[in-house]
């Protein structure tokens, strides 16, 4: 149940119609062009997403938004 003046959660469903977007367009993709321009497609996206990703966690870290552990950490 929501509380009062908060937003309904779409996550699932965005994430439930860009599955289906990029699917549509990867088989767009393989009909026109093949089946390897295709998956150096999707590689590329992928990598994309991940170096997202991992610069976004990086400026997170470097704003001190999340903890960075440090060996010391891990040892104790």
Do not use: K, Q
């Amino acid at each position: 149940m929501r509380t009062p003046g908060s937003a309904p959660d779409y996550t699932n469903p965005f994430l439930v119609s860009a599955f289906v977007l990029t699917f549509c367009a990867l088989s767009m993709v393989w009909a026109v062009a093949g089946i390897v321009v295709a998956m150096l497609l999707a590689w590329a996206m992928d990598r994309t997403i991940v170096g997202l990703a991992e610069a976004a966690r990086a400026d997170a870290a470097a704003a001190e938004l999340i903890p960075v552990r440090t060996d010391e950490d891990h040892r104790r």
